[in-house]
């Protein structure tokens, strides 16, 4: 809902003072409101702030303060009729509107925090993907449960120094988060907060003061010569073989793993893929299909698991740890974590650390490293980050100074 007040200035008095309006759009509709007796000059009127503007001292008094706040007690009652709109889910509708406006008792509008959190969470379903919802979700949960711990309610107005620094305190000492995963929280929050502060919700604009401190993360992969050792590993187990090859075909592709749960024969060319990818809402998106990809869709060609066989998320993540363990993909891996300024270093056998993630990282890290061209990896990934793609540029390009090291400057 768009509010704005206006001069008619095709109706001023024979004393030049025009009619102050209000138009409201919502829905496509507009309102026209008169507002009863206000009115001021052109020369009074600050278009930018649509208020009248004080007169100068040697001018007569022109009522700027009690026409102002008669503006200010219009432009808050359809803000907070707006609010009741949108915490109602009443249609968005001129009807709507001038309905409550002619109510003599204008609506209560709780600003409830966490009903409103509902709603925008409801809002962006059909924008984001599944994973990113879900993130919300567990954002929302951790804020329900950071109010118990602080023992009030947490509302719009009361988001706000004090709230973050306590926010940070309960992350890092009670839950023991990663400065990674707390930014995230906050991340969210803050999306939230600006959605809201865009619809009038709530006027607070302290959140925009709030500061991350995620530190870059080790990139995660499987080297040329571990890819191999699993996806030429017998397996006894044909639950370990089908992850295995779903995780190898991510490697040989790209493809999130997002993506490949959508896969479908349909999808599937002599050459390559085209599909939909569903976290960038690219459309028609071609992946090329490498020998060994290939090989994996022709193991399954024709079987009930045609193009692959997918489990869930969560079962995956653990079976694949078990892969990389039987096929000995145990090199000692050191990973460093940072909860506040308290750094972690723990260092695991690398299957451990291995997931659905890692496979599309093995993805882009090998083919730089074989040499593909860093604009045709990054078309095939639809990596949108600069900043995302270049970490793996970095790896290849450290990978091959190595190289060089251990080979040309032994001569």
């Given at each position: 809902?768009?509010?704005n007040?206006y001069?008619r200035?095709?109706?001023?008095n ?12 919502i ?6 409101i008169?507002i009863?007796k ?15 503007k ?8 022109n ?5 102002n706040?008669k ?6 009652k ?10 109602n ?9 001038q ?14 925090f ?15 993907a599944?994973?990113?919802i879900r993130?919300y979700?567990t954002?929302?949960?951790?804020l329900?449960?950071f109010?118990?711990y602080?023992g009030?309610?947490?509302?719009f107005?009361?988001?706000d ?5 306590e926010?940070?305190r309960y992350?890092?000492?009670e839950?023991e ?9 906050l991340?969210?929050l803050k ?5 809201a502060?865009d ?12 500061q ?6 080790e990139?995660i992969?499987?080297?040329?010569d571990?890819?191999?050792k699993?996806?030429n590993h ?6 370990l073989e089908?992850?295995?090859d ?12 997002s993506?490949?749960?959508?896969l479908?024969p ?11 990818i569903?976290?960038?809402k690219?459309i ?12 994996i869709?022709?193991k ?11 489990i869930s ?10 892969c ?33 993630h ?6 882009v ?10 604009m045709?990896v990054?078309n095939i990934?639809g990596h949108?980050?600069?900043?995302t ?5 970095k790896i290849a390009e450290d ?6 090291q ?6």
């Amino acid at each position: 809902m768009q509010v704005n007040f206006y001069l008619r200035t095709e109706k001023s008095n024979k004393d030049g003072l025009c009619p102050v309006n209000c138009t409201v759009n919502i829905g496509g509709e507009r309102i026209r409101i008169n507002i009863s007796k206000v009115k001021s000059s052109k020369k009074h009127w600050n278009t930018k702030d649509q208020r009248i503007k004080p007169n100068l001292k040697t001018e007569n008094y022109n009522f700027h303060i009690e026409f102002n706040e008669k503006i200010d007690e219009l432009d808050s009652k359809l803000k907070n009729i707006y609010r009741h709109i949108l915490l109602n889910k009443l249609p968005q509708t001129k009807n709507s509107v001038q309905k409550l406006l002619n109510d003599k008792n204008e609506p209560i509008v709780e600003q409830d925090f966490f009903k409103t959190f509902d709603l925008y969470i409801e809002s962006v379903k059909p924008k984001f993907a599944y994973y990113t919802i879900r993130s919300y979700n567990t954002t929302y949960n951790f804020l329900e449960e950071f109010e118990t711990y602080l023992g009030y309610k947490i509302n719009f107005d009361n988001v706000d120094e004090t709230f973050y620094d306590e926010l940070i305190r309960y992350g890092f000492q009670e839950k023991e988060f990663s400065n990674n995963y707390l930014s995230k929280i906050l991340a969210q929050l803050k999306t939230f907060l600006r959605w809201a502060l865009d619809r009038n919700i709530h006027s607070n604009r302290k959140f925009e003061k709030f500061q991350k401190f995620d530190h870059e993360k080790e990139v995660i992969y499987l080297t040329k010569d571990e890819l191999f050792k699993l996806y030429n590993h017998k397996f006894d187990s044909q639950r370990l073989e089908h992850v295995r090859d779903t995780y190898c075909f991510a490697c040989f592709t790209g493809l999130r793993f997002s993506d490949i749960y959508q896969l479908k024969p349909s999808h599937i060319f002599e050459n390559n893929i085209k599909l939909n990818i569903k976290k960038t809402k690219t459309i028609d998106h071609e992946i090329p299909l490498n020998k060994f990809a290939k090989e994996i869709l022709d193991k399954y060609k024709k079987t009930i698991y045609e193009p692959l066989p997918v489990i869930s998320g969560q079962k995956f993540n653990e079976y694949i740890k078990e892969c990389c363990e039987v096929a000995k993909i145990n090199t000692p891996t050191t990973v460093s974590r940072f909860s506040g300024n308290k750094r972690v270093d723990k260092t695991v056998p690398k299957h451990e650390l291995i997931t659905s993630h890692t496979a599309r990282k093995t993805f882009v890290t090998n083919s730089l490293i074989f040499g593909m061209k860093e604009m045709v990896v990054r078309n095939i990934t639809g990596h949108k980050k600069e900043s995302t793609f270049k970490r793996y540029v970095k790896i290849a390009e450290d990978f091959k100074q190595k190289e060089m090291q251990e080979t040309w400057d032994k001569i």
